[in-house]
């Protein structure tokens, strides 16, 4: 059974996630984003966009939709906004929930040596990255791994994962999960590895290759 939805987000994942939608058969009913390619992508296809920065509960909600997925997107929806979708607001975060919830969980977990990481699509909450699972996807993580190639992992996790979800949706066998929040740990926007990440060379050197890799994001501009 198709659906109706809108999506929220920016770079080539809410674009590869709405292309998805579209050959499933479910109806996109508008795009929001600062991200030229994004909304040319959606001016191309006839569908209605806006930017975050306009009003953004007045463009929601000139027509009734399903689901809003709010993907790669770093403003925070408030509570008018998350009240117009008819069934929920979806939520994309690149970490197995609830550890490192927050942001720059791939450079986080790679600081700490986690053997395993994953995404999650989470129903959006009060809290921050505390809302119910609906799906997540583990993957291994490398010794020579970097937040790049981790990053890159996280993608193609949240690519399959996601249209999983769409099916359980769709069909109706999509199935939250509360998530064990005495588990939950937290990296604020701002959080800053120790000491600026200035090195002892008395530190352990697995402890030095680990924050030079989890600091090395490849050949592409961090926001």
């Given at each position: 059974?198709?659906f109706?939805?809108?999506?929220?987000?920016?770079?080539?994942?809410?674009l590869?996630?709405?292309?998805?939608?579209?050959?499933?058969g479910h109806?996109?009913h508008g795009?929001v984003?600062?991200d030229?390619?994004?909304l040319?992508?959606a001016?191309g296809?006839g569908?209605?966009?806006?930017e975050?920065t306009q009003d953004?509960?007045?463009?929601?909600s000139r027509?009734?939709?399903?689901?809003?997925?709010?993907?790669?997107?770093e403003?925070i929806l408030?509570?008018?906004?998350?009240?117009?979708?008819g069934?929920?607001?979806i939520?994309y975060?690149?970490?197995?929930?609830p550890?490192?919830?927050g942001?720059?969980a791939?450079?986080?977990?790679l600081?700490n040596r986690?053997k395993c990481?994953g995404?999650?699509?989470?129903?959006i909450?009060?809290?921050v990255?505390?809302?119910d699972i609906l799906k997540q996807?583990?993957?291994e993580?490398e010794?020579?791994?970097?937040?790049?190639?981790?990053?890159?992992k996280?993608?193609?996790?949240?690519?399959s994962s996601?249209?999983?979800?769409v099916e359980?949706?769709s069909c109706g066998?999509?199935?939250?999960?509360?998530q064990?929040?005495?588990e939950?740990?937290?990296?604020?926007?701002?959080?800053?590895?120790?000491?600026g990440?200035?090195?002892?060379w008395?530190?352990?050197?697995?402890d030095?290759?680990a924050c030079?890799?989890?600091?090395?994001?490849g050949?592409?501009?961090?926001?």
């Amino acid at each position: 059974m198709s659906f109706t939805c809108v999506l929220i987000g920016e770079g080539t994942l809410p674009l590869q996630c709405a292309q998805s939608l579209l050959l499933e058969g479910h109806r996109v009913h508008g795009i929001v984003s600062s991200d030229a390619s994004f909304l040319r992508w959606a001016q191309g296809k006839g569908i209605p966009h806006a930017e975050p920065t306009q009003d953004l509960a007045g463009f929601l909600s000139r027509q009734p939709f399903d689901y809003l997925f709010s993907i790669v997107n770093e403003h925070i929806l408030s509570h008018d906004v998350l009240r117009i979708p008819g069934t929920c607001s979806i939520y994309y975060h690149d970490s197995p929930l609830p550890r490192y919830a927050g942001t720059h969980a791939t450079s986080w977990a790679l600081m700490n040596r986690e053997k395993c990481h994953g995404v999650t699509w989470h129903v959006i909450s009060d809290r921050v990255d505390a809302g119910d699972i609906l799906k997540q996807r583990l993957v291994e993580v490398e010794d020579n791994e970097t937040a790049f190639t981790l990053n890159g992992k996280c993608y193609e996790a949240a690519i399959s994962s996601f249209a999983e979800l769409v099916e359980e949706l769709s069909c109706g066998r999509a199935v939250a999960k509360k998530q064990d929040l005495t588990e939950r740990t937290f990296h604020a926007r701002y959080r800053r590895p120790p000491a600026g990440c200035i090195f002892s060379w008395s530190r352990d050197a697995l402890d030095i290759s680990a924050c030079v890799r989890a600091l090395d994001f490849g050949p592409y501009q961090i926001r």
